[in-house]
T-cell receptor
Framework: GDSVTQMEGPVTLSEEAFLTINCTYTATGYPSLFWYVQYPGEGLQLLLK?????DKGSNKGFEATYRKETTSFHLEKGSVQVSDSAVYFCALVSGGSNYKLTFGKGTLLTVNP | GAVVSQHPSWVICKSGTSVKIECRSLDFQATTMFWYRQFPKQSLMLMAT?????????EQGVEKDKFLINHASLTLSTLTVTSAHPEDSSFYIC?????????????FGPGTRLTVT
């Protein structure tokens, strides 16, 4: 079955530091890939997505590139802010999962001023 | 943007009682709603998918008689945990899908923390 593996947290960074959260996946066929973010006390929100190989999703300074050869979709941001503190979930949808979302375990990011 | 609410945000109940959790799409009509369960430091696990006016489709291993899902309108779905036991304590999250969105794009509620004593 489909699965998503993302780096264990928590991750603690200082403001303006570079962020990478690793995500790799196993899926049937050609999945669509997502990063969802959950701010404290709120529901998950779609941060960015990529639907085919070599696509780059981007939003709010975050980027992730769909790498089919390494089955990865790592999340990056060049300069994090305190307001980026949240839990980040990597996820996929594929025909093998009957088009249901499969999530990673989530990575807690804390950014200190 | 589209907002999904859940009520209550947390609930404590005694073993053997039933608890109802509501999920509402506040400013849109949801063609499909989903219920997830999340254990500490674990990923979200899909429990069931429901479409308005039809029976929910449960994932393998989820007891449909224990977790009753009703999707009576395009803006409301409810999850009732019947005869709750301590092992049902968890974080329950609902989401809704708006027709026309891409696959995998869902709007999530903030979750409900259930503690069974």
């Amino acid at each position: 079955g489909d699965s998503v593996t993302q780096m264990e947290g928590p991750v603690t960074l200082s403001e303006e530091a570079f962020l990478t959260i690793n995500c790799t996946y196993t899926a049937t066929g050609y999945p669509s890939l997502f990063w969802y973010v959950q701010y404290p006390g709120e529901g998950l929100q779609l941060l960015l997505k990529a639907t085919k190989a070599d696509d780059k999703g981007s939003n709010k300074g975050f980027e992730a590139t769909y790498r089919k050869e390494t089955t990865s979709f790592h999340l990056e941001k060049g300069s994090v802010q305190v307001s980026d503190s949240a839990v980040y979930f990597c996820a996929l949808v594929s025909g093998g999962s009957n088009y249901k979302l499969t999530f990673g375990k989530g990575t807690l990011l804390t950014v200190n001023p | 943007g589209a907002v999904v609410s859940q009520h209550p945000s947390w609930v404590i109940c005694k073993s053997g009682t039933s608890v109802k959790i509501e999920c509402r799409s506040l400013d849109f009509q949801a063609t499909t709603m989903f219920w997830y369960r999340q254990f500490p430091k674990q990923s979200l696990m899909l429990m069931a998918t429901s479409n308005e006016g039809s029976k929910a489709t449960y994932e393998q291993g989820v007891e449909k008689d224990k977790f009753l899902i009703n999707h009576a309108s395009l803006t409301l779905s409810t999850l009732t945990v019947t005869s709750a036991h301590p092992e049902d304590s968890s974080f329950y999250i609902c989401s809704a899908r708006l027709q026309g969105l891409g696959l995998g794009e869902q709007y999530f509620g903030p979750g409900t923390r259930l503690t069974v004593t």
